[in-house]
C-alpha cells in the first residue's frame, strides 16, 4: 500500500517561487505531479521515474519547474518557478507501481491529499 502526504502551496505573486514536496511510502515505479484548476481537466505536470530518475514535463512547465526525488528520504518535491497566473490549480502528487502515461491520470493509483497553488498578477 502507496501513501503519499503532501505539503507545501500557498499564494505567491507571478514570478515567485514555490516548492511542494509528498512524502511517499512502499514502493513505486512512477511519481508524478498533476494539477486541476476549475472547470478544467486534471493535467500531468511532472513525472520522474524512481528506477533511474528519469523526468518528464508538460511541455507548460518546461524550464519553470523541476521535479526531483530524495530515495532517502522517500519524498518527491516539485520546484515551481517563474510561477505565472495561469498555474493557479490545486496540485496532487501521484504514484503508480506500474509505468503508466502522464497523458492518464486515471492510471494513477495512488494520491496525495492536494495542495493550492495561488498565483496572483
Request: net charge positive; charged share 20%.
Amino acid at each position: 500500500q502507496v501513501q503519499l502526504v503532501e505539503s507545501g502551496g500557498g499564494s505567491v505573486q507571478a514570478g515567485e517561487s514555490l516548492r511542494l514536496s509528498c512524502a511517499t511510502s512502499g514502493y513505486t515505479y512512477v511519481l508524478a505531479w498533476f494539477r486541476q484548476a476549475p472547470g478544467k481537466e486534471r493535467e500531468g505536470v511532472a513525472g520522474i521515474w524512481t528506477s533511474d530518475s528519469s523526468t518528464l514535463y508538460a511541455d507548460s512547465v518546461k524550464g519553470r519547474f523541476t521535479i526531483t526525488h530524495d530515495k532517502a528520504k522517500n519524498t518527491v518535491y516539485l520546484q515551481m518557478n517563474s510561477l505565472k497566473p495561469e498555474d493557479t490549480a490545486m496540485y496532487y502528487c501521484a504514484a503508480s507501481e506500474y509505468r503508466v502515461p502522464l497523458s492518464r491520470p486515471a492510471a494513477f493509483r495512488y494520491w496525495g491529499q492536494g495542495s493550492q497553488v495561488n498565483v496572483s498578477s
